[in-house]
């Protein structure tokens, strides 16, 4: 929400200075009224760089400086949204998937709901391609903690197969970071819910 109103402020902004500098280009030099007594013109040391850039190089040129401000506002923003001493982050993989295709997943924390997502093919086919989701990211204060992941979606004989993983862990002074991994048990047939733990 904050990044969209940032992008919209620095869009509008961009849309105000093109014209304003369109005009300045264009402007033409104003009437010299003959009873208004000008004073001479000072003796120049040197006449000034003329700016061969045209006005798309500048636009261009603008345009990079926003986003390069716009990255460094939106890295400020997680810093200042999420800092390492409170920062708790979720992140979901799969490996393989032949006995589990996974459509949602609900993540509670504490027996509070913080995170739900239902995925698509497309989502599904960056995970079994090695891609990982960052399913949350937030603010829990130090101490101990309860993790629930429940899965949900087809399984093995193509049964609806829904099947939670908790795991208590502790959060220091430190950034954490938790991945909930969805791995296929080729002895049981059945896939594996497995939590791994980063400090």
Same mark, same amino acid.
């Given at each position: 929400?904050?990044?969209?109103?940032?992008?919209?402020?620095? +869009?509008?902004?961009?849309?105000f200075?093109?014209?304003?500098?369109?005009q300045?280009?264009?402007?033409?030099?104003?009437?010299? /009224?003959? !009873?208004?007594?000008?004073?001479?013109?000072?003796?120049?040391?040197?006449?000034p760089?003329?700016?061969?850039?045209?006005?798309?190089?500048?636009?261009?040129?603008?345009?990079?400086?926003?986003?390069?401000? /716009?990255? &460094?506002?939106? #890295?400020?923003?997680?810093?200042?949204?999420?800092?390492?001493?409170?920062?708790?982050?979720?992140?979901?993989?799969?490996?393989?998937?032949?006995?589990?295709? +996974? &459509?949602s997943?609900?993540?509670? #924390?504490?027996?509070?709901?913080?995170?739900? *997502?239902?995925?698509?093919?497309?989502? +599904?086919?960056?995970?079994?391609?090695?891609?990982?989701? =960052?399913? !949350?990211?937030?603010?829990?204060?130090?101490?101990? *903690?309860?993790? #629930?992941?429940?899965?949900?979606?087809?399984?093995?004989?193509?049964?609806? !197969?829904?099947?939670?993983?908790?795991?208590?862990?502790?959060k220091?002074?430190?950034?954490?970071?938790?991945?909930? =991994?969805?791995? &296929?048990?080729? =002895?049981?047939?059945?896939?594996?819910?497995?939590?791994?733990?980063?400090?």
């Amino acid at each position: 929400m904050m990044k969209k109103f940032q992008l919209k402020l620095w +869009l509008c902004l961009l849309l105000f200075l093109v014209p304003v500098i369109g005009q300045a280009e264009d402007a033409e030099p104003t009437a010299i /009224n003959p !009873y208004v007594r000008t004073p001479a013109p000072a003796a120049q040391t040197s006449p000034p760089a003329p700016d061969n850039r045209t006005l798309d190089q500048r636009v261009q040129d603008l345009k990079k400086e926003v986003k390069a401000l /716009n990255r &460094d506002l939106f #890295i400020l923003e997680e810093e200042l949204l999420f800092p390492s001493s409170t920062q708790l982050a979720v992140f979901l993989s799969v490996d393989v998937g032949e006995f589990f295709r +996974l &459509d949602s997943v609900q993540l509670k #924390i504490d027996d509070k709901v913080v995170a739900n *997502h239902l995925y698509t093919k497309r989502e +599904l086919g960056a995970l079994k391609r090695g891609g990982v989701q =960052r399913l !949350y990211i937030g603010n829990v204060k130090a101490g101990e *903690h309860e993790l #629930i992941a429940t899965f949900r979606g087809p399984g093995p004989n193509n049964r609806e !197969y829904r099947r939670g993983t908790t795991v208590k862990f502790k959060k220091g002074s430190a950034a954490k970071f938790m991945e909930l =991994r969805i791995v &296929d048990a080729t =002895r049981k047939l059945q896939p594996e819910f497995v939590v791994k733990e980063w400090e």
